[in-house]
């Protein structure tokens, strides 16, 4: 079986894929490498965001930084590991480029 490589949908949250409204587990790994990614909040709103407007306490402002993602997704590996060992026809793709795919489901035994 092979897992195969999607684009989030609609309702998944990519700053907070615990988020997701499905039973079904999803991952990202980077997409030159094959390596797992982690999480970083944004280093300008905390990873909310967005920030008050500062005149109007209810008035909300996506952040400029991170464009309202609240962080963004970082390889794990070493840069050079990620850059010398691209998957086979990635050669092209940037590092920190994350993939989505779908892990299959899994049975528990009762």
Do not use: I
Not at 62 to 77: D, P, T, V
């Amino acid at each position: 079986m092979s897992l195969q490589p999607t684009d989030p949908p609609w309702w998944f949250d990519l700053a907070h894929p615990e988020a997701s409204s499905t039973d079904e587990d999803e991952d990202v790994q980077c997409r030159r490498c094959g390596s797992s990614m982690g999480w970083e909040d944004c280093h300008d709103c905390g990873g909310e965001g967005e920030y008050p407007d500062g005149w109007d306490d209810d008035f909300y402002l996506h952040c400029a930084w991170c464009h309202g993602s609240g962080g963004s997704w970082w390889c794990l590996s070493k840069a050079e590991w990620c850059e010398a060992n691209p998957l086979p026809g990635r050669e092209g793709v940037d590092r920190h480029t994350e993939e989505w795919f779908r892990l299959p489901p899994t049975e528990v035994s009762p």
